[in-house]
């Protein structure tokens, strides 16, 4: 299938879904959104990053910075915050430059890495996706660059991961289709969200959810 462009998904998206499905719900169905310290850091990380006068050349790296991507396949699209294209004996042509080149995507994250980052490497794996679709060639691996401990983490883009970030795309045209927003769910990251006062966690659940439970029950 091959997704109109109206019909697009925006990659950023899928993180937030799988992070937080009820913050997903609350910025892409609500259309509520509120900062905080976190992600005004996180915006000003970003500013820097995409930055075009920021954009170089390291010896046979180059250095493309808020690069626009698509795919028609899974019908998403975004930018990369910074994708590298390192000169090999193998890889794609690029316009106006000599030889062949691989492509290294890299995502700025604030802060530092929780967990397995799953959901971090999910919005990385769909930005490569969308470049290996757009430059027809393989990507193994890219990165992951965490402002607290100030280096990378490696992410591949192993078949499972692959096939995770599909799963969640198709998980988010379900929920966007059904425009429900989820239960929230207390966890310790409710702390450190923007949204904690919109979203309440940890309060009864709304009456409209013990209707839908009692509807299901009659049905």
Same mark, same amino acid.
């Given at each position: 299938?091959?997704? #109109?462009? $109206? $019909?697009?998904?925006?990659?950023?998206?899928?993180? &937030?879904?799988?992070?937080?499905?009820?913050?997903?719900?609350?910025? %892409?169905?609500?259309?509520?959104?509120?900062?905080?310290?976190?992600?005004?850091?996180?915006?000003?990380?970003?500013?820097?990053?995409?930055?075009?006068?920021?954009?170089?050349?390291?010896?046979?790296?180059?250095?493309?910075?808020?690069?626009?991507?698509?795919?028609?396949?899974?019908?998403?699209?975004?930018?990369? $915050?910074?994708?590298?294209? %390192?000169?090999?004996?193998?890889?794609?042509?690029? &316009?106006?430059?000599?030889?062949?080149?691989?492509?290294?995507?890299?995502?700025?994250?604030?802060?530092?890495?929780?967990?397995?980052?799953?959901?971090?490497?999910?919005?990385?794996?769909?930005?490569?996706?969308?470049?290996?679709?757009?430059?027809?060639?393989?990507?193994?691996?890219?990165?992951?660059?965490?402002?607290?401990? &100030?280096?990378?983490?490696?992410?591949?883009?192993?078949?499972?991961?692959?096939?995770?970030?599909?799963?969640?795309?198709?998980?988010?045209?379900?929920?966007?289709?059904? #425009?429900?927003?989820?239960?929230?769910?207390?966890?310790?990251?409710?702390?450190?969200?923007?949204?904690?006062?919109?979203?309440?966690?940890?309060?009864?659940? #709304?009456?409209?959810?013990?209707?839908?439970?009692?509807?299901?029950?009659?049905?």
């Amino acid at each position: 299938m091959i997704y #109109a462009e $109206d $019909d697009y998904l925006m990659i950023s998206g899928i993180q &937030h879904f799988k992070f937080c499905r009820r913050q997903w719900a609350l910025i %892409h169905i609500e259309q509520q959104w509120a900062e905080n310290e976190y992600t005004v850091i996180g915006e000003l990380m970003h500013k820097k990053v995409h930055d075009p006068y920021l954009a170089e050349k390291r010896k046979d790296i180059l250095i493309v910075r808020a690069l626009p991507v698509h795919s028609k396949i899974m019908g998403v699209s975004g930018e990369c $915050d910074v994708v590298e294209f %390192h000169k090999s004996e193998e890889g794609v042509k690029l &316009h106006g430059h000599r030889g062949l080149y691989t492509i290294y995507p890299v995502e700025y994250k604030k802060g530092s890495p929780h967990g397995d980052c799953l959901a971090d490497s999910i919005q990385l794996c769909g930005q490569a996706l969308c470049l290996e679709e757009m430059f027809a060639t393989s990507i193994p691996e890219g990165a992951l660059f965490y402002g607290t401990p &100030h280096r990378r983490t490696v992410v591949r883009f192993s078949p499972e991961l692959r096939e995770k970030t599909e799963r969640t795309v198709a998980a988010v045209r379900e929920m966007l289709a059904s #425009a429900r927003l989820p239960c929230a769910q207390k966890s310790a990251v409710c702390s450190s969200c923007s949204l904690a006062a919109c979203c309440m966690p940890g309060s009864p659940p #709304a009456v409209s959810v013990y209707l839908d439970k009692l509807c299901e029950e009659e049905g």
